[in-house]
């Protein structure tokens, strides 16, 4: 099976940017959708971003047009471009097969002044 592993979190101010990174020990096609997911303190976690084989990308309201997700296949790995970070996109952020999967530690992202 294939692990993801999650990478690129910190702190960052309010109105900043961050690549978060999910790397696959094994070929990325063999999933057929990967996810980017978060879950912040006190909520449940939640799908913000997802592509597929092919390209295609969906993504939450709460990102869309602030956050890209893409994947470079060549090193199997899968990205999440953030942008114009706000206080309330802190949270543990995970990459996961969205057809389910198990979850790996995900990478604290903190944004604050």
């Known amino acids: 099976q294939v692990r993801l592993v999650e990478s690129g979190g910190g702190l960052v101010q309010p109105g900043g940017s961050l690549r978060l990174s999910c790397a696959a020990s094994?070929?990325?096609?063999?999933?057929?959708?990967i996810g980017w997911y978060r879950r912040a303190p006190g909520r449940s976690r939640e799908l913000l971003a997802a592509?597929?084989?092919?390209?295609?990308?969906n993504y939450a309201d709460s990102v869309e047009g602030r956050f890209t997700i893409s994947r470079d296949n060549a090193k199997n790995t899968v990205y999440l471009q953030m942008n114009s970070l706000k206080v309330e996109d802190t949270a543990v952020y995970y990459c996961?097969?969205?057809?389910?999967?198990?979850w790996g530690q995900g990478t604290q992202v903190t944004v604050s002044s």
């Open positions: 094994g070929s990325i096609f063999s999933i057929d959708v």
């Open positions: 996961n097969n969205v057809r389910g999967g198990p």
């Open positions: 592509i597929n084989t092919g390209g295609m990308t």
